[in-house]
């Protein structure tokens, strides 16, 4: 599970920080959430392939989360791509990006589908054999969603030593790494515990960025690996926090202590701060294992 | 006049090269003209403030000469502007901007006008006591202008030795810049022409930005002092210049020729070359006063 910070500063992109956009791999998907102006340069400034990217989410309509999205989309024609693409994102989404392809007469040379979403509720919006993903609905100023990523039940994993002792075919490896005991020529059963270890735990991400202190959203998170939780001022300015509906750095550090996740990584800071350390320590006084995001880092867990 | 090239390379931005934005100062006055994605963090790098810009030109509505228009809209709300914004455009141009602020929740903190072009006749679309500005329309895949700058007429320069001679008041001094004679209290006229020197000659810049080789507007350029024309291949890609609506360099340099221009600046160049030298190359070859636009480079003219 990688997780690539292209863009984590609020409101504006400039000279040295860009707005919202992150690369999430897990299971060898890469999934892009959120896509502010800039957000093709900085993949390209990091390497990534474009045509690996198949899925974006969107947040909410927020310029600076979302006015990447018509340039890389075009960018993608320009490249020929081949690959379908699926946006994720708030009912108006698709209006906005079809209304500017049109007025350039530039269609997309693949598939290009939009899943528009406008629950208040919860909703498992993407699924494959190895992930799924959730919305996790927010409080802002529009409608907004936050997203969790959740590997699905992993399968046993074998333990090659036993199986080889007892002389097991290989037809019959699927059937053990989903749990199965096997009957050997002789008759005998060998219980699946003794053939397999226990899978990995299953790990999760959970995006919530942009929102105002929310307990309501803690359920949802609970134990999460990851929670990135947006921390756009410091508590010197709670009451701007409170107005435009965004978050301190010990408001996020409360929801990942109440949600019991284990790491809490902040961003999306106000581009008043000329440093953003006061944001850890801040946070840290709620809440241990805090983790700063900025521009082009990236973290493994 | 000033021109300076925030980004002259055609299609998509990369890490080291912008897509099509341009500042022209003329008489104090600051015209931005078309701004692909990311022209305001070239702004920003070049230090232009920017409640100097009020007047924004766009060519035609492909992305890579639109799509910082919304993000530059809401970053001047962002810092609380209130001078009137004018925007002249392909129809069109209004629904995109004003279908993203209204899914953002979020109305401009000024006044914004959007001046909608869609004659295919040069037009008057701008004039103060100083600037004129007409359309020059161009032949591309979409509705497409090109703009030409003029200083207006301008007024006669004083020779305020002979003027001191004649003992003539100040009182007089804006009827002599307007080329009027005068009578002194012993009745005798003197002449204008021997109290003022001749005006400056009248400036102007023709920006023509995306076009196929079209002679057809070279009366609409004839004389101007510097041409902005795209090039976007070179000679040994005619072939895609024709197919795709665009220029060569040689192409260029013929209506900079033809137009009996003073200087003719290159740029849109396709980002399938290494290096830009060769452009220059091709049209010197048919016209001798070639300058190379790049993104960051200022000419004074």
């Known amino acids: 599970m990688k997780l690539t910070v292209l863009g984590c500063y609020a409101a504006t992109p400039r000279t040295l920080t860009n707005p919202t956009s992150q690369l999430f791999e897990i299971k060898n998907q ?3 959430i959120d896509c502010g102006e800039g957000t093709q340069v900085q993949l390209r400034k990091h390497k990534i392939k474009f045509s690996r990217i198949n899925h974006i989410f969107i947040s909410h309509l927020h310029g600076d989360h979302l006015y990447g999205l018509i340039g890389l989309i075009s960018t993608f024609t320009l490249l020929n791509r081949v690959n379908d693409l699926h946006v994720y994102g708030p009912k108006g ?6 209304l500017q392809l049109k007025a350039s007469a530039s269609y997309t040379s693949y598939n290009l589908y939009f899943h528009e979403l406008e629950s208040k509720e919860s909703e498992l919006i993407y699924e494959d054999d190895h992930v799924t993903v959730r919305t996790i609905p927010l ?11 959740r590997e699905k039940n992993s399968q ?6 036993e199986v080889k002792k007892y002389d097991i075919d290989v037809c019959y490896y699927q059937k053990i790494k989903n749990g199965g005991d096997v009957v050997l020529e002789d008759g005998t059963v060998v219980d699946n515990k003794l053939l397999t270890f226990n899978p990995e735990p299953e790990k999760s991400y959970a995006f919530c960025s942009d929102t105002v202190f929310n307990p309501g959203m803690v359920p949802l998170i609970k134990n999460v690996d990851v929670l990135y939780h947006e921390s756009t001022f410091l508590e010197s300015e709670a009451h701007l926090a409170e107005r435009t509906m965004h978050s ?4 996020a550090a409360t929801i990942a202590k109440e949600a019991e996740v284990k ?5 999306h800071y106000s581009t008043r701060y000329a440093s953003i350390d006061a944001f850890k320590e801040e946070a840290e006084a709620i809440f241990p294992n805090v983790l700063l995001a900025d521009d082009g880092i990236s973290f493994d867990f």
């Open 248 to 251: 301190t750095a010990i408001q």
């Open 30 to 32: 890469m999934f892009l």
């Open 156 to 161: 046993r994993k074998i333990n090659i030593d």
């Open 263 to 267: 790491h809490l990584v902040l961003g």
């Open 139 to 149: 409080a802002h100023r529009i409608y907004t969603n936050g997203y969790l990523f």
């Open 93 to 98: 989404i698709k209006e906005i990006i079809l």
